[in-house]
C-alpha cells in the first residue's frame, strides 16, 4: 500500500492494521500533504482519537513528539515517500525512540502526558 492509499484509509476509517510503522507512515503522509506540523497534527490527533474511540488509548504527548521528531526529519529533504525516511532515519521505526527524550514508562503512566502534551524532562 502506498502512503497516499494509507492515508486514504486512515481518513476514511478503513485500515485493517495499525501498527507502529502505520502510524509513523500516516505522520509523513500528513506532514508532506500539509507541509505544515500544525495542520498535520490537527489531522493527525482526530484520527487517532477517532480510532482510538473510548478506548483510552490515545496518548496526547507521545502523538506530539513522534510528529515533532518525524517532522524534524523531513525537514528540507524532499523525500517523497516513507521509504525514503526510513532508508535514512531507520529509528523511526523502533519503538523506544522517545526514551532518548523521556521516561517512557513514566510518561505512558502519567494521566496528564495522556491528557495534554507534556515537554521532556533533562535527565
Do not use: N
Request: glycine share 6%.
Amino acid at each position: 500500500m502506498t502512503d497516499a492509499e494509507l492515508l486514504v484509509a486512515f481518513e476514511t476509517g478503513t485500515l485493517t492494521a495499525f501498527h507502529h510503522r502505520e502510524h509513523v507512515r500516516v505522520a509523513f503522509a500528513m506532514l508532506a500533504r500539509d507541509g505544515d506540523l500544525a495542520a498535520a497534527a490537527m489531522a493527525f490527533r482526530a484520527g487517532l482519537r477517532r480510532i482510538a474511540g473510548s478506548s483510552g488509548k490515545y496518548h496526547e504527548t507521545l502523538t506530539w513528539a513522534y510528529l515533532v521528531v518525524i517532522a524534524e526529519r523531513m525537514h528540507g529533504r524532499g523525500y517523497r515517500s516513507s521509504a525514503e525516511l526510513f532508508a535514512d532515519h531507520p529509528d523511526l521505526l523502533e519503538r523506544d525512540l522517545l526514551a532518548r527524550y523521556y521516561d517512557v514508562p513514566a510518561l505512558l503512566a502519567s494521566p496528564l502526558a495522556r491528557a495534554v502534551f507534556v515537554l521532556p524532562t533533562m535527565r
